[in-house]
């Protein structure tokens, strides 16, 4: 399945990574500027700048929240879901459920083990699809109208099954 446009846009960024040392991955940094966030570094937690950064591209910065930079708050973008639809918003909680930080990117599917399947900054210090676990979801939403119905069957993609515990 194909789209949403902004989907289809941040799986074009695979790949991208932090760079180690003084220099830092220019794209990143375009990043926070569009969320106009005061980093220009790529080793602050860059996975808000990420969602941000991609809808941006796609035309939808009024649909960036206030304050992206924190994961938690993307949990205010668009409209919320009952349970995850490809290409949603997917909010994780970090460290604790009902601390401050988070993590946050979009559902790309789920795994044979249940797991959600999730495209996102700053895991693993790159973009990447990595397994996360349902018991850290503190929610989902849709940055657009209310998604179509066929949005809702997961597909199944292929995991590790080793799921993501420190996207810092």
């Not at 950064?53 to 924190?70: F, Y």
């Not at 459920?97 to 990117?105: E, R």
């Amino acid at each position: 399945m194909s789209g949403p446009r902004w989907l289809d846009r941040a799986r074009a960024h695979i790949g991208q990574r932090e760079i180690k040392g003084p220099r830092h991955n220019p794209l990143i940094v375009r990043w926070w500027e569009a969320i106009k966030a005061p980093f220009r570094d790529d080793e602050t937690a860059w996975c808000g700048a990420f969602v941000g950064g991609v809808l941006a591209e796609c035309g939808m910065a009024s649909q960036i929240v206030k304050g992206p930079a924190g994961a938690r708050n993307w949990l205010k973008c668009g409209v919320p879901l009952d349970r995850p639809a490809v290409g949603c918003i997917v909010v994780f909680w970090r460290g604790s459920p009902s601390g401050w930080s988070g993590h946050v990117g979009f559902v790309v599917g789920q795994d044979k083990h249940g797991n959600l399947m999730v495209l996102g900054g700053n895991q693993g210090d790159a973009v990447s699809i990595k397994p996360f676990s349902r018991s850290r979801v503190l929610g989902y939403r849709w940055p657009s109208i209310w998604p179509t119905e066929e949005r809702f069957a997961l597909p199944v993609l292929a995991s590790d099954g080793k799921v993501s515990t420190d996207e810092a």
